[in-house]
Nanobody, 120 residues
Framework: QVHLVESGGGLVQAGGSLRLSCAAS????????MGWFRQAPGKEREFVAH????????TYIDSVKGRFTISGDNAKNTVHLHMTNLNPEDTAVYYC?????????????WGQGTQVTVSS
């Protein structure tokens, strides 16, 4: 059974930084893209960033470009999201996701989410 466990969320002031981590277990994901989504209160879940299985390809939603950096370690089945210059609009539950196939398309395996709250 696949499990994704996120960590690193919390409360931070605007302008601060956080580093989210996600550890996957239950199978090997060395050839599967991994990424992050987020869901703010009253809004739909949105894509934030993804990294290809080789680590060479990354994509970001425009609102986080230049502030967030995604990285991964295939050998350890982990993915991280380093978030800097956070603002209140980044407040959301952040979810780790792993593609069930070799490309970054649904369906995904999902984590339970970790809360990120940015105070102004």
């Amino acid at each position: 059974q696949v499990h994704l466990v996120e960590s690193g969320g919390g409360l931070v002031q605007a302008g601060g930084s956080l580093r989210l981590s996600c550890a996957a277990s239950g199978r090997t994901f060395s050839s599967h893209p991994m990424g992050w989504f987020r869901q703010a209160p009253g809004k739909e879940r949105e894509f934030v960033a993804h990294i290809g299985w080789s680590g060479a390809n990354t994509t970001y939603i425009d609102s986080v470009k230049g502030r967030f950096t995604i990285s991964g370690d295939n050998a350890k089945n982990t993915v991280h999201l380093h978030m800097t210059n956070l603002n209140p609009e980044d407040t959301a539950v952040y979810y780790c996701a792993v593609s069930k196939g070799p490309s970054w398309f649904p369906p995904y395996y999902w984590g339970q989410g970790t809360q990120v709250t940015v105070s102004s």
